[in-house]
Every structure is written in C-alpha cells, then in structure tokens.
C-alpha cells in the first residue's frame, strides 16, 4: 500500500512570513499533485510534477519534486490570509495514474 | 461554465438506512470518480468510471457500497444499511479524459446517526 505523509499537520503563521509544507513517502509516484482545499468545497488542482527533481513557480507558490520521486515540498513566500486552507499532494503511479493516493493534508491558517 | 455539482450537499441518516448520493459531472467529461473523506484520514479513492469501460471498483470499502453512471454523465454512489463510520464526505470528481486533471464538487457531507 502506498502512503503519503505529510507534516506538518497544522501550521498557523502570521502575514507576511514564508513556510514550506512537505509531502514523503517510501513509494516511487510516476507523478505528484498539490491541491488546495477550502472549508465546503472540493480540492483545487494547483501544480502537477513528473520529473525527478522537477521545480514549478506559480506566483508566491514553490513546489518541488524530489530526485528520486518519493517525495515534495511546496513553499509558501510572504504568505496571505488568502491561502489559508487545506493542502493536500496526491500521488499517481503506473498504469493507474488516475487512482490518486493523497496524504491527509496540512491545514494552513495565515493570520492578519 | 457550470461545474460538478452534487446532491445533497447534507445528508442526516439513521443507522441502517438505505443513502443515495447524487454527482452531476462536467458536460463532456468521459471519466467521473468518487472519493471518501473522513475526518483525519485524507481522501480514499472509491471508484472510478471511464467511458463505456468496467468500471474500477477496487476502492469500494465494502459490498454496501456501490456506484452506477447512466448514460456515461450522471452518477449514483449508494450506501446500504448505513454504519456510523460511514459518516465522512463523499466527493465527486470528474475530467475530460482518463489522465486529465480532476475538478472536484463541493461534496455531500453524509452523518449517520
């Protein structure tokens, strides 16, 4: 069974500071998702990675896909109360990429 | 344009009854999934459907569980004889083809009393 941890569990910042939200696990994903999730809603897609090593900037947002693909990391800079929310990474792997495996999420909560 | 609705948005059961939870996909999309998401545990696929495929039932917890699409749009995911631990909120995802990126409903939050 393939699992994804990811830490921290919670994380309440202030405005304007920088964090980084990390996803591992022991299993190879032929690709790795980062989704956001608000109170009533479903997740929102916001970055897909599939090379090892692979960086994508998306604004103020920062993911990164390990080398070896077992893990990644999204990286907050000069966070807003605007990203307060859940996120989540989801793995796909081989012939069932569409089976997303996802970790239980990190709440984020940036105060004014 | 619209997105994936479904319904209801809140579903109160008593234990034992029979729950149908209701997901209108993207017009146009040929795959539909549903996912589970209780408190703590993140999300758990459930089922998928592609086209005029068999659908991938390998997520389903259980045989109370089971899920049909009608006319390759509409989706029914039905709960027999309801638990409490079947109270989470069930998800529903849908995209153009079977690799394409997932947009999600807001879910229907299900408690079984």
């Known amino acids: 069974t393939q699992l994804l941890e990811q830490s921290p569990q919670f994380l309440s910042i202030q405005e304007g500071e920088n964090l980084t939200v990390y996803c591992n696990s022991s299993s190879v994903f032929s690709s790795l998702q980062w989704y956001r999730q608000e109170p009533g809603e479903g997740p929102v897609l916001l970055v897909t990675v599939v090379t090892g090593g692979e960086v994508k900037k998306l604004k103020r947002l920062t993911f990164q896909f390990g080398d070896a693909r077992k893990d990644s990391s999204l990286h907050i800079t000069a966070a807003q109360p605007g990203d307060t929310g859940l996120y989540l990474c989801?793995?796909?792997?081989?012939?069932?990429?569409?089976?997303?495996?996802f970790g239980k999420g990190t709440l984020l909560t940036v105060n004014p | 344009g619209a997105g994936v609705s479904q319904s209801p948005s809140n579903k109160v059961t008593e234990k034992g009854k029979d729950v149908e939870l209701r997901c209108d996909p993207i017009?146009?999309?040929?795959?539909l999934y549903w996912y589970r998401q209780s408190l703590g545990q993140g999300l758990e696929f459930l089922i998928y459907?592609?086209?005029?495929?068999?659908?991938?039932k390998s997520g389903l917890p259980s045989d109370r569980f089971s899920a049909e699409r009608t006319g390759g749009s509409v989706s029914t995911l039905t709960i027999q004889r309801t638990q409490q631990e079947d109270s989470a909120v069930y998800l529903c995802?849908?995209?153009?083809?079977?690799?394409?990126?997932?947009?999600f409903g807001p879910g229907t939050r299900l408690t079984v009393t």
């Open positions: 995802a849908s995209s153009f083809a079977e690799l394409g990126e997932q947009y």
């Open positions: 017009s146009g999309h040929t795959a």
């Open positions: 459907f592609q086209g005029n495929s068999a659908p991938d």
């Open positions: 989801a793995g796909g792997s081989g012939g069932s990429n569409y089976k997303l495996t």
